[in-house]
Each structure stands twice: as structure tokens, then as C-alpha cells.
């Protein structure tokens, strides 16, 4: 059997560790990753192996050689570009000949790799993935298996919404050569996101073997840390090559200890220390090779590279210091925090939790970093929520942090034009600036539409052909959002939030000379031309209806005055600044019966969301809505298709039968139901159902405008939808135990009909429940449909009463 360990990554969640040494080199316990998984190969008889390399691989070659000193025999294999894993081993050129193990260069483990290839031996298997059940499993691949432990649910690193096991792919696979026949030669292509998908799918014999070895991904520098302590602490068959002077303590030879010293284990410490009276060591602490702690210094929690140097006073709580770090006297260095090679902090100075300072950098002495020392400034994490980045004003979005969010996004742009805008809120405008001058920085050109609901932004993007859009908005609760779309109009899928997040994390993204910055553009006038285009889509021009209209904003206003009047639609317009949506539907409904209005209309504070009140009094909820749009598309457009999300009624697709339409079923997130309407190739009713669920001023009037083409009232159309009965309900549970619950409630109801597109959704006769893990909290949706709503509620309460009791799982 052979071995092909890739070890071509940059490395990026883990810099700045990875600025100048590529990730298989980072030192676990005194070896460098890659010797671990050397070894492991070894023990297992493989000693014929290929290195795919792409970042910084002579320093990989200059320390590998050719494997001789390891007694294996090592071949390397460039990639001049990024080829993705499946593409990368494709590129080892015929070394894949025989049975195979492809692991990642990253992955310290001490798995049994004969027993997994003896497991794929038995199977017949093309591809079998190594997996393991984790606490955490968003960063992995969820794998399901069935008892025969064939592959038959793969989802590449899941949002808590997603995930419906805790067992993972750990990137170790045993393959066969006739499994790369499918590898495209010379392109990117991976195993997780594209050969493995199609084995499953074609059921060419892709198989798990499920461990309980010792695995750890050292990709994060939390993973990194973990991963070292684990050892320490005995969890793992690797043992410190050291000696244990005492039980958790472990010196290689030539370590100098003076008297006086505080070794707290577990703690390991290489050759050629020197540890200085006074000093304190560990718990869980490694220190590397040729490192001085001077009287007085501590060391806890933390891991050393080598040459590292803590002078009198100092300290080092939860922290990574790289090679040659030297820490002055008294200064201290808090949890979390990442310091990069030879940098130096100045005496008497702090560097704050969770700080990352990149490599060669001087703190000078008395300072508080608060902010990464790359070449921006900041150390908040931002990342994206269920709606944008949101955030308070001045605490989580200061001015700074928004100038790097537009930089990082004009980065990930390329080129081309973004557009700007915002609410009327004073904080949303300050804060479009910052994001004006984060992407003129960075070297695109900004085209400002000014104040205006984020729906006209939208459809700007689209008319235009920008590259993408950022807007601020008041955010319920007193916060404050920026949504940020891609060139559709639409908000940026998970892919695109990731991306960003990441190039934020690290601030990887550069800033233009004075000669890239280009002039901001304005483009306020377009708010004519979206009324424009909402009126010359109508087929008819004079409505004639009488509304009662709430919403909280002016522009909102503005733009419907304009509307309204130009399809000749009598209308009240109401609404107060900062009532809030209860009491304004509160308002709203008190107001329909004392008036005569054919119906009335809510529209929320970002123009993008549409509540309507009957005649009666009575408020559509959101199903309902949803039922009415697909009526709406169906009827107007023959044969169409209808993106519905995974919580939508059923009934939905009995509706498509009678109207000759079609169901395409998406997640449930609005991000996922936007992606499938913009999609190349949608057609005219797609568009129109992005214009009904997300652009409420449109919405409202294509409404309007299928009421008055087929002469009827809102209360005829929803007498000829189904009626849809819902039950809603929430489970509390640690978010670590999320994957294990969901596996929990698969295995529970083996047998049944059972979805797995997003969470678990099972079947019961007369109606179906769905379970979603939340995506930030740690709670577990419920959401269930019934021939009644009696029916619905039972449904979801005992669905409730069954994940309490496994919710300490």
C-alpha cells in the first residue's frame, strides 16, 4: 500500500503561524506535523510515499528530503496552481497504481490505517472515507452511513441549520486507482465537493469506517493548541520523546532547570532551554528548542516555538509565540493571542486576548494592542449573522471595522463597480461612508445611490451590472446591519459570507496606491427608474384600489406615494418611527375597521418584507403569504416553477398540480430561496417571485395588479388556497451537542420517509415534522404541519418533549 499525504495548503485560519513555515511544519510536541504523520505511515508498513506541494514547498523538500532518515522513500509533486484534493493526488502522475492512503499533511492521528484498509479491502470499496464523531462538526464534512457502511449523505462543512450527524470525514481516505478516473486532469477538483458526491450518487462503492482513534485537524490555532495538550495529557498512543523527570513532565536532553523553577504539568520543554529561577511553567504548556524564560517569566496554557525568549517579568496566558519571539521585560501576552516569528514586544507592553500579530513586528514598550498588527488595525471578529453583519453602532461597527469590511469586500470583488447605499438613519450613513472609503482603498469604484430601502439597491445592481452592493440599515432591536449582495442583487450565499470572513479574520487583503482610488459616482436618481420599471411591468395601468398602508420609514413612503399615484390607487399611508412591527400591525388592523378599504399593508423597516390585513381584521402570517405568492406566480404564468423553502406547506405542491406549475424545494434561508430565484436562466416568473417575498413596495403592486386582472378581492384568491396548520416549537441543547442529537433522532426513526437537505425532516401520516439546528444559538428548531392545527401542535410538542430528553446528550 502507498501514501499520499497533501501538504500544498497556505494554511490561512492559522496565520500568522504560517506567514514564513507551511502548516506540516508547525511543531506538535518537538516534530513538525508532517514527522507524526510520517511515522504513523510507517508503523503501518508504508514507506513508499508522495508529497503534493504548492505553498512554500522547499521548505518542505529542504526538511523532508527523501525520507531516507524516516526509512521511507518520498517523491514530491508540484502544483503550479491550486488543483483542489482530488486533483492534487490526480497530479501525482501514476503513483496512485495501487491501493492508496491520501492524508492531509495537517491531520495528527494515531488511526489505525491497517484496519480501515483491511475494512476497505472487505467492502470492495472504490473509496473509503475515515470518519469520526466530533462535538463540533461545522468545519468537517457530515457524513451518514448505513449498516452496511456505505456513504449515503455528504455535506461539505455544514451551518448549525445543516447538520444531521456528528460524524465527520477527517480527510484520510483509502482509495483504489480506478477511483481517479473520474478526476479531470489539470483542473480543481475535490474529493469532498465533487468526486465523493458522485460515487454516492452513482453507488460505485464509496464506503466509511467510522474510529475512535485519536484525530485532531490542526487548522485553527484553538485546533493547534488543543491538539498539543491532548497529547500531554496522554489522550492520544503518541508519546513525547522525552524524558519524564516527573509524571507530566517531560525534558528532552540538554534543558538547563535551575533551582526554584514552578513546573506545573502537563508541560514539555526541548533541548537547549533554559529556565531561569523564579520562572513558571504549565499547566499545558510546550516550549520548543533553544528557549530562555528569565527569572520571574510565565508560561501557561501556552505553546513556544523555538528560540523563543521571555525576559524578566513576562508573560504568556493561552497564547502561540513563533520562532524567535521575544518578549520584554513585565510585558504580558493575553489568551488567544498569536504572535508571529522575530517579533518583538516592547517592554512593560500588553497584547489583548485574541490578538494576532504578524511576523518581524515591533510593539514598543508601554503599548496596549488592542488591534491586529498585520498591516490594519483592528481585532474585532466579524462575521455574518442569519441577515448580514450586524452589530451596534461604535462598539461591534465602529467606522474602522466597516473601512475594512468594504475593503475586504472590494478585494474579493476584484474589479469592477459597487454600489452604496442606505436607510436614513444618521449611524447607517456614517457608516456608509466608512464602507465608501474601505472600497475606494481598495481600488474599485464606488457608485453611490444614496438613502433609499434596500430593495431599490437590489434591483440597481441588476440593471446596472455591478459587481455587487453594500447596504446600512436600523436593524430591529437598536442595531445596525450591513447586508452585503453579490452581482445578482441578491445577499451573498454562505459561500461568499465565508470567504469574507476569513479574508477579515486574517486580514488578507491588500489596499490600493493613490494612483487605483477612482472617483465615487452618484447614482440617486435611480429610485425614478425603479418606479418606472415597477409600472411598466404591470398589465394593467389603473388599479383603482383603496389601501390602508403602515410603515415606519419615509423613503418607504416616498416611493409608494409615487407608485400609488401613478396607477391611480386612493390610499391612506400611516406609520411611526420607532413603534416597532407589533404595534403598527395593532395599528394597522384597528385602522381596516374603520375605514373602507379593500385591504391594508404592512411594510417593514427595510422596504423587503410585506404583511397584509383582510378586510376583517385578519393578518396574513408568513405561510400564508407564501402560499398566496405561489398562487399568484401559478396562475399568472403556466407551467412555472416556484422556489419554495424546506418549511413551506405541502400543499404547495397539490397547488402546482391544478395550475400546471412545478415545486423546486431549496434551504430554508432566505439566502438560499434568493440564490434560487436569481439563478442564470430563471425566467420572468422567478424574477416576479423575488419582487413578491423581497421588494415589498413591488410586491405590494403586483399584488394589485393580479387582483385587478383576474376582478376579484384578496379574501376571493385565499379562499382558493389551502389552508396550511403549523406547529412551532423550541428545544434548548448545548451546541456541542447539536451533531449528536440529530444523529440521535435519525437513528430513532429509521424507517420512516426522512429528508436530510437541511436538518432531519421526518414524515408522519398526516403530516411531517422538520428539526433544525439554529445557526448561532444553541437551540434546536421545530417546525411541524398537520391536517389540523391541533394536530400540528401535537406533532411539534412531542418532537419537543423527545429532544429534551436526550438535550444533555
Request: glycine fraction near 10%.
Amino acid at each position: 500500500m502507498k501514501a499520499v499525504i497533501m501538504a500544498g495548503g497556505e494554511g490561512s485560519r492559522l496565520r500568522p503561524l504560517t506567514c514564513c513555515k507551511p502548516k506540516p511544519l508547525a511543531p506538535v510536541i518537538g516534530k513538525p506535523a508532517l514527522e507524526h504523520i510520517i511515522l504513523l505511515l510507517k508503523t503501518h508498513g508504508i514507506t513508499e510515499i508522495a508529497v503534493t506541494l504548492q505553498y512554500l514547498p522547499k521548505t518542505i523538500m529542504d526538511w523532508l528530503g527523501d525520507g531516507a532518515r524516516f526509512g521511507v522513500h518520498v517523491r514530491y509533486f508540484m502544483e503550479a496552481q491550486p488543483l483542489g484534493t482530488a486533483g492534487s493526488v490526480k497530479n501525482t502522475n501514476g503513483f496512485v497504481d495501487e491501493t492508496c492512503v491520501v492524508i492531509s499533511g495537517d491531520a495528527v492521528c494515531d488511526i489505525d490505517l491497517s484496519q480501515a484498509a483491511a475494512r476497505h479491502r472487505q467492502k470492495k470499496a472504490l473509496a473509503t472515507l475515515v470518519l469520526k464523531q466530533v462535538d463540533t462538526p461545522l468545519d468537517y464534512g457530515v457524513v451518514v452511513t448505513n449498516g452496511e457502511g456505505r456513504v449515503t449523505r455528504f455535506l461539505e462543512k455544514p451551518s448549525w441549520s445543516e447538520v444531521f450527524s456528528d460524524t465527520v470525514n477527517t480527510g484520510i481516505y483509502i482509495i483504489e486507482p480506478e477511483a481517479l478516473q473520474s478526476v479531470p486532469a489539470g483542473e480543481v477538483f475535490d474529493f469532498s465537493k465533487d468526486l465523493f458526491p458522485k460515487l454516492m450518487h452513482t453507488q460505485d462503492g464509496l464506503y466509511g469506517y467510522v474510529t475512535d482513534s485519536y484525530w485532531c485537524d490542526i487548522g485553527s490555532i484553538s485546533a493547534y493548541k488543543t491538539c498539543q495538550f491532548e497529547i500531554l495529557q496522554g489522550k492520544t498512543q503518541i508519546v513525547p520523546e522525552a524524558e519524564e523527570i516527573r509524571e507530566g513532565v517531560w525534558i528532552e536532553p540538554g534543558v538547563t532547570l535551575e533551582k526554584q523553577v514552578t513546573l506545573r504539568p502537563p508541560v514539555y520543554i526541548g533541548s537547549g532551554s533554559v529556565i531561569h529561577a523564579g520562572a513558571q511553567i504549565g499547566p499545558y504548556t510546550c516550549i520548543g528548542k533553544d528557549c530562555v524564560l528569565e527569572t520571574g517569566a510565565t508560561a501557561v496554557h501556552s505553546v513556544l516555538w523555538d528560540g523563543c525568549r521571555l525576559m524578566a517579568g513576562s508573560s504568556a496566558y493561552d497564547a502561540v509565540l513563533c520562532d524567535g519571539v521575544v518578549l520584554k521585560p513585565y510585558s504580558a501576552v493575553q489568551q488567544d493571542s498569536a504572535i508571529g516569528a522575530r517579533s518583538i514586544v516592547g517592554e512593560n507592553s500588553i497584547v489583548r486576548p485574541g490578538i494576532k500579530i504578524w511576523n518581524h513586528k515591533m510593539v514598543l514598550e508601554d503599548s496596549i494592542v488592542s488591534q491586529n498588527v498585520i498591516w490594519g488595525d483592528s481585532n474585532a471578529k466579524i462575521e455574518f449573522g442569519e441577515s448580514g453583519i450586524r452589530g451596534n453602532v461604535s462598539v461591534e461597527l465602529t467606522p474602522e471595522v466597516a473601512a475594512k469590511i468594504g475593503s475586504a469586500f472590494a478585494a474579493a470583488c476584484g474589479s469592477g463597480k459597487i454600489a452604496v447605499s442606505s436607510d436614513e438613519e444618521y449611524a447607517s450613513i456614517m457608516l456608509k461612508h466608512a464602507l465608501t472609503a474601505g472600497l475606494v482603498a481598495g481600488g474599485v469604484q464606488v457608485v453611490e445611490f444614496g438613502k433609499q430601502p434596500i430593495p431599490i439597491t437590489r434591483a440597481g445592481i441588476r440593471f446596472y451590472g455591478f459587481r455587487g452592493g453594500m447596504h446600512v440599515m436600523k436593524a430591529p432591536g437598536g442595531q445596525t446591519e450591513i447586508r452585503i449582495m453579490d452581482e445578482t442583487g441578491a445577499d451573498l450565499m454562505r459561500e461568499g459570507e465565508r470567504k469574507l470572513e476569513n479574508m477579515l479574520a486574517r486580514e488578507d487583503f491588500g489596499r490600493g496606491s493613490a494612483q487605483d482610488m477612482k472617483e465615487v459616482l452618484s447614482l440617486a436618481s435611480y429610485r425614478s427608474y425603479y418606479i418606472r420599471d415597477i409600472v411598466s411591468s404591470l398589465r394593467n395601468a389603473k388599479l383603482g384600489f383603496n389601501l390602508l398602508v403602515h410603515t415606519e420609514t419615509g423613503l418607504a413612503k416616498s416611493i409608494l406615494t409615487s407608485v400609488l399615484n401613478e396607477v391611480s390607487c386612493d390610499y391612506k399611508l400611516s406609520g411611526t418611527p420607532g413603534r416597532g412591527e407589533a404595534e403598527e400591525l395593532e395599528k394597522l388592523r384597528s385602522g381596516m375597521q374603520s375605514g373602507n378599504y379593500d385591504f391594508g399593508a404592512y411594510i417593514d423597516s427595510s422596504g423587503e418584507r410585506l404583511t397584509l390585513v383582510c378586510k376583517d381584521g385578519t393578518t396574513l402570517n408568513r405561510s400564508q403569504f407564501l402560499m398566496l405568492t405561489a398562487y399568484i406566480l401559478m396562475k399568472s404564468h403556466k407551467g412555472t416553477e416556484y422556489i419554495a423553502a424546506l418549511d413551506h406547506s405541502k400543499w404547495v405542491e397539490e397547488m402546482a398540480k391544478n395550475l400546471d406549475g412545478q415545486v423546486v424545494w431549496t434551504k430554508t434561508s432566505p439566502l438560499e430561496v434568493m440564490s434560487g430565484l436569481v439563478r442564470e436562466g430563471g425566467g420572468e416568473s422567478l424574477c416576479e417571485q423575488f419582487v413578491l417575498e423581497f421588494d415589498a413596495v413591488g410586491g405590494l403592486v403586483k399584488l394589485l395588479d393580479f387582483l385587478k386582472e383576474e376582478d376579484c378581492s384578496l379574501q376571493q384568491v385565499l379562499q382558493r388556497i389551502p389552508t396550511a396548520y403549523f406547529g412551532r416549537r423550541e428545544c434548548s441543547c448545548k451546541n456541542r451537542s447539536k451533531g449528536h442529537i440529530m444523529r440521535h433522532l435519525m437513528q430513532q426513526h429509521e424507517g420512516r420517509q426522512m429528508e436530510m437537505e437541511e436538518g432531519v425532516k421526518i414524515y408522519e401520516d398526516g403530516g411531517w415534522v422538520l428539526v433544525l439546528p439554529h445557526k448561532h444559538k444553541p437551540l434546536l428548531r421545530i417546525i411541524s404541519e398537520g391536517m389540523n392545527q391541533e394536530f400540528a401542535e401535537e406533532l411539534a410538542q412531542k418532537y419537543q418533549r423527545e429532544l429534551d430528553g436526550w438535550s444533555e446528550i
